[in-house]
């Protein structure tokens, strides 16, 4: 039976890898639209929108009877809501992160997040070993990040000014919350897999009730954070307005990136599911090639030596990632148990 199950995972992980890139992608281009686009603040408010239609959208095709998912108790609630809180610390981290820190020097820590959540996954887990060809693999990814930021780096341009009144960039709390989003992160990932099995959870399970749980964190977190930007959008949309007739098109971009979000909740969990959460955060990391290529040849960001050469090296790094997963595969199913002979033998020379 368990074998079955393997071979089942083991088809459907390239589909669902593959499920997850569109999705993710369709996710990123959307939001970027609505928060950069629209210049719209309310980031916790945005995915409370997302977590919302998510849900509606759960609940919708089940009334259709067109999937099914496990119905509220607060018994997998309570075991589940760590995860749901977990993902509602990541993002808000990362985007704190991001307010102090540059896009390189941000981009290069959540990169070694994946080695932490490698070395995670191995120790409390009983994950595959992370051989040298996988930890090369990283190593690049790492350094794809580095080659693509190096004119800012070099420069020194990896800490924002966010307080006027002081002419240095608060390092401390910039690497502060980095380090808080690194560790929400590797939780995140790791316990999702974990919870997934001791609940019993299926895909749509999962989507419910994370989608479910973090709408009260996430609207509490928008009321606690985000009330001065609360105050700037009502000025800009609805009184006095000036850009009402653009507040439209706001609600419209939301309303698709709630879709999205539907999308990748489900992509997520079968993803995680059906792979591990090392390949998971490593099919995150390799997801962002094709927006960069995108953003050269379609959107007029400026083409450079190390930002092609960053491309290059990280897409180096997904297929010495992809070899050393099939190696490693390939040597654990040639691994034949020892006889019991053998054993029994080993064991009394032993004692």
Request: aromatic share 10%.
């Amino acid at each position: 039976m368990s074998d079955k199950v393997k071979t089942s995972s083991s088809s459907s992980a390239p589909l669902a890898v593959l499920a997850y890139c569109t999705a993710s992608i369709l996710m990123t281009v959307t939001n970027k639209l609505v928060l950069s686009g629209f210049n719209f603040k309310m980031v916790l408010l945005v995915l409370a929108l997302q977590s919302s239609c998510t849900l509606a959208l759960v609940r919708l095709c089940a009334s259709l009877r067109l999937i099914s998912h496990k119905r509220f108790n607060f018994t997998d609630a309570s075991r589940w809501f760590p995860v749901s809180f977990a993902l509602v610390a990541m993002i808000f981290s990362g985007a704190k992160a991001l307010q102090y820190m540059a896009i390189p020097l941000f981009t290069i820590f959540k990169n070694l997040t994946i080695i932490l959540i490698a070395y995670g996954e191995r120790l409390f887990f009983g994950g595959s070993r992370v051989t040298r060809l996988i930890l090369s693999s990283f190593v690049l990814l790492v350094l794809s990040s580095a080659i693509a930021g190096w004119s800012d780096i070099s420069a020194g341009n990896t800490l924002k000014h966010v307080d006027t009144a002081s002419p240095q960039p608060s390092t401390l709390v910039a690497y502060f919350w980095m380090l808080t989003n690194c560790l929400c992160t590797a939780f995140f990932t790791l316990t999702m897999r974990s919870k997934i099995k001791q609940v019993g959870f299926k895909d749509f399970d999962t989507v419910y009730y994370n989608s479910l749980l973090s709408v009260p964190v996430l609207l509490v977190g928008s009321l606690l954070f985000e009330r001065q930007a609360a105050l700037d959008s009502y000025a800009r949309f609805v009184s006095p307005g000036l850009e009402a007739t653009s507040g439209v098109y706001l609600l419209m971009a939301i309303v698709v990136s709630s879709v999205s979000a539907f999308a990748i909740s489900f992509a997520t969990s079968w993803c995680v599911r059906v792979t591990s959460s090392t390949t998971y955060s490593m099919v995150g990391a390799l997801n962002k090639l094709p927006i960069s290529v995108s953003g050269m040849v379609f959107f007029k960001d400026p083409v450079t030596p190390g930002g092609v050469s960053g491309v290059v090296v990280a897409l180096l790094g997904g297929v010495l990632y992809s070899y050393a997963k099939s190696v490693q595969m390939r040597d654990e199913r040639d691994v034949l148990p020892a006889p019991v002979a053998a054993v029994k033998k080993r064991l009394l020379a032993e004692e």
